[in-house]
């Protein structure tokens, strides 16, 4: 990578960031130029965290209180988030994943205002039976619509071949019988547990500065609530629980699952390696996805990720095929040649510099610009540390990583076949 490129990663890169008294971390990158602010406030809570201590109370949740909770912070006694936005102009969301809940906006305008709502929103949480009686039904339906999607199913039954007990089986909405075991004092535990500033990130980039957002903070009078929290986990064998899995729904093509179980990884260069592993087996530029493509085996959305979590780390290739079978060996081939062989260093450095330009490209945009700095909080290691490992990693380690990893007896596959083929 020449170093006028590798200059402007780390400028990109570069971000104010402010440990608060109450322990919040804040991150600012300001974008001069630019019209829009978008603000991330988030939590290091998951759907992964279903059994904890706070301050020594055992916790033990059903599936999908994480996700049941981020839909009820938009909610208070004086009236709707969503509504109080409307009247900024701000367009809010959020979102629940394995191991963080995010809420974020993006305005134009009033964006003190927007900032004001977002902070209270989460620092003042309200539930009452009636209210969490009616979310029960929304998200029901919610659930019922991802039970309808392939695509989530084969991911979610691929966690359940790979894992013994870890909670990442368990749906990111939980079932319709888990949500309608929770309760207020469970919501509010949760919130005693994981929604404290130190517990807690505020990441903006765009039209702002790092004043107008200590300035939020200021106004919203954050508490420092010191807590003890531990999180409690069973320990997971490194074999996997379920080699195969099969089942139907009414698709007009079969999908297809690989997964491999992983020991968990540390350090960004470790990351950084994984990643780049999927792209070397069967991203878009690799010899086995020409062959899959040009012959007719797979649509285009057949591609790998890596998943790296707290007590588990895996890679997962998925997509539609007609030859779920013929496509599991080709994969399982192409990852053993790239073993004995090595990967091809042209396709090593195109991959690399391709890494590049996205970080390039994603942190010159303010959505993603506050995504990635949110992230890094979330990975406990500064944005930079993680393009430095980039641009000092080898084709040399890349081989020698994957000599331990991506083995077949640490594999599980899931088909999912269109109706019309099951002969039970």
């Given amino acids: 990578m020449q170093n006028d490129a590798m200059q402007a990663v780390r400028r990109a890169a570069a971000c104010e960031t402010i440990k608060l008294d109450c322990g919040l971390t804040v991150l600012v990158r300001p974008m001069p130029g630019y019209s829009g602010v978008h603000a991330i406030y988030g939590t290091r809570f998951g759907s992964i965290d279903l059994d904890f201590e ?3 109370k055992a916790v033990h949740l059903p599936a999908g209180v994480a996700h049941f909770l981020e839909h009820k912070m938009f909610e208070s006694e004086d009236g709707d988030a969503f509504a109080k936005y409307a009247k900024t102009g701000a367009a809010a969301n959020a979102y629940t994943s394995f191991d ?4 974020l906006f993006t305005a134009t305008q009033q964006m003190d ?46 966690f359940q071949c790979l894992y013994h007990s870890h909670p990442i ?14 309760t207020p004092e469970m919501l509010y535990d949760c919130c005693r547990a994981f929604y404290s500033p130190g517990n807690m990130v505020l990441a ?6 790092a004043e107008q957002v200590l300035a939020a903070c200021e106004r919203a009078k954050l508490p420092a609530r010191p807590v003890s929290m531990r999180r409690l986990q069973s320990p997971e064998p490194p074999t ?29 260069k470790a990351e950084v390696i994984c990643d ?28 790998g990720e890596f998943l790296l979590l707290e007590g588990c780390c895996c890679f997962l290739f998925t997509g539609e095929t007609d030859q779920p079978e013929t496509v599991r060996q080709l994969l399982l081939d192409e990852i053993a040649r790239l073993r004995a062989e090595g990967v091809d260093g042209e396709l090593f450095t195109l991959c690399k510099n391709q890494m590049y330009g996205e970080m390039l490209q994603d942190l010159e945009n303010i959505e993603d610009a506050a995504t990635a700095l949110a992230g890094s909080f979330f990975r406990r290691r500064a944005l930079a540390e993680e393009i430095e490992a980039l641009a000092s990693l080898t084709k040399a380690e890349v081989d020698e990583a994957l000599q331990g990893m991506l083995c077949e007896d640490r594999s599980a596959t899931v088909v999912i076949r269109p109706e019309k083929e099951d002969k039970a």
């Fill in 276 to 303: 780049m592993l999927t792209e070397l087996i069967c991203g878009g530029m690799t010899p086995l996805y020409r062959k899959l493509y040009d012959e007719g085996l797979v649509n285009p959305g057949f591609d």
């Fill in 204 to 209: 903006a980039a765009g039209n702002v500065t």
């Fill in 169 to 182: 089986r368990h749906d990111i909405a939980g079932t319709v019988e888990s949500i309608a075991e929770i």
């Fill in 113 to 158: 205002e927007s900032l004001d709502i977002l902070l209270s929103m989460v620092g003042e949480p309200y539930f009452t039976e009636a209210t969490i009686a009616k979310e029960q039904g929304i998200i029901g339906q919610e659930i019922k619509m991802y039970d309808d999607s392939p695509d989530w199913r084969i991911m979610t039954a691929l």
């Fill in 240 to 268: 996997v629980a379920r080699e195969r899995m099969e089942f139907s729904m009414p698709l007009a093509k079969a999908c297809l699952g690989v997964g491999f179980k992983e020991a968990p990884v540390q350090g960004a």
């Fill in 100 to 103: 963080k809940t995010c809420y």
């Fill in 54 to 56: 706070v301050d020594g």
